[in-house]
């Protein structure tokens, strides 16, 4: 009992630690969301008008030789399913999109968060594993995050990877997360275009300036989108995990106290008996 009772102490400090970490990163993803969205929109928008003619590598698709799978979890557990299900995500890419690149020795997976690389380190020893960047969730700040998708964003133009792919946890709300897997690389373009989605850019300063300013930043604030959902996900879980790991704590206290009040009553009935009956024996 008094174990218990210490493990709920715990739990129910978690939770509140991780409540009031949640709604800062809560506050960031949800200011953060709807600009990212709405910049990938244009982006997106831009490269279906301009019908092949991309002056951006960031959109030239390319046979895929060598990719590079990018996995945000977090440093710590204790939040319940959350980190193994983006793993999940992860692996299933690997097994059966990168299975032949896996083979030929080109897939490099670079980690974000202790929990992945844990996890990768010790499975998939015939794959580059970046380690770098574990570290980056301890002071999660644009421009540390900003550093690493340069690294990417240069390994991509300079021929290093054909693809790279990027799995994170999606926040909805403090209950719910989803795992994600994206393509970041190269930028998905529509194949067919519906002729009323056309539209004329007077592109100012130029069509090709534009793009070499546009796209960069873009791909930046998308993936420091993806680092900061993973971050908010990742207390929502924990303190949903905490919460009921501190209810599972209270119901079995109750178990343990009836079992042991039932216990010490048999005890108490047992003693009495044998009172009761050493009295009549010497009565008799």
Request: glycine residues 4%; proline residues 3%.
């Amino acid at each position: 009992m008094k174990s218990v009772s210490s493990t709920q102490q715990i739990t129910s400090a978690m939770k509140m630690v991780s409540a009031a970490k949640l709604r800062r990163a809560q506050d960031s993803i949800v200011r953060l969301r709807p600009f990212s969205k709405k910049f990938y929109s244009i982006l997106t928008h831009i490269l279906d008008n301009l019908e092949g003619n991309v002056n951006t590598p960031f959109a030239n698709p390319r046979v895929v030789t060598k990719a590079l799978v990018v996995v945000v979890t977090s440093n710590r557990g204790l939040c319940g399913a959350f980190n193994s299900n983006i793993i999940k995500e992860a692996v299933a890419r690997i097994d059966e999109e990168y299975a032949q690149v896996r083979a030929s020795g080109g897939l490099t997976i670079m980690c974000i968060g202790k929990r992945g690389f844990d996890y990768f380190r010790k499975r998939y020893t015939d794959c580059t594993l970046i380690e770098d960047h574990v570290e980056l969730f301890q002071n999660l700040v644009y421009n540390d995050v900003e550093v690493v998708v340069n690294k990417i964003m240069d390994a991509f133009i300079a021929n290093d990877y054909d693809a790279v792919d990027v799995a994170y946890g999606r926040f909805k709300n403090p209950a719910l997360q989803f795992p994600e897997l994206v393509n970041f690389l190269p930028i998905p373009i529509k194949k067919e275009k519906l002729k009323t989605s056309r539209a004329d850019y007077i592109f100012e300063p130029g069509q090709e300036e534009l793009l070499h300013q546009l796209v960069p930043s873009i791909l930046r604030s998308e993936f420091y989108k993806f680092m900061l959902d993973t971050h908010a996900s990742e207390h929502g879980a924990r303190m949903t995990a905490m919460e009921m790991a501190t209810e599972n704590a209270q119901e079995l206290l109750k178990e343990l106290r009836l079992t042991y009040n039932k216990a010490r009553q048999e005890a108490i009935t047992r003693e009495l008996s044998e009172i009761v009956g050493g009295a009549a024996a010497l009565e008799g």
